[in-house]
């Protein structure tokens, strides 16, 4: 199970950061990041905006997001942060916390806004 927290509106250039709680070890993931779904589309039209590879702690960001989002984790809290700074009005969407684990299905958050306006 997969709980994000963290979202809300926020002005043109401001920053959120994104919490990802998972339950149990986040050791047991290969992969985990956040999508995020733009209004009027559907969640398998979203974008990737980050992920880490677990054990590694090697990341990978869309462009649109490089050099202002950030993933990290924390293992002993089993959760993932998303930070996000110089926040845009393209910004705006739900956010997904995802997990892959070798041999299972991806596991998704239920989803939190990120609204960015004036």
């Known amino acids: 199970q997969l709980v994000e927290s963290g979202g809300g509106l926020v002005e043109p250039g401001g920053s959120l950061r994104l919490s990802c709680a998972a339950s149990?070890?986040?050791?047991?993931?290969?992969?985990m990041g956040w999508y995020r779904q733009a209004p009027g589309k559907q969640r398998e039209q979203g974008e990737l905006?980050?992920?880490?590879?677990?054990?590694?702690?090697?990341?990978n960001y869309a462009d649109s997001v490089q050099g202002r989002f950030a993933i990290s984790r924390e293992d002993a809290q089993n959760t993932i942060y998303l930070q996000m700074n110089s926040l845009r009005p393209e910004d705006t969407a739900v956010y997904y916390c995802?997990?892959?684990?070798?041999?299972?299905?991806?596991?998704w958050g239920q989803g939190i806004q990120v609204n960015v306006s004036s």
């Open positions: 905006v980050a992920n880490i590879v677990i054990r590694s702690g090697r990341t």
């Open positions: 995802f997990a892959d684990t070798l041999g299972a299905q991806r596991a």
């Open positions: 149990g070890s986040i050791f047991k993931h290969y992969f």
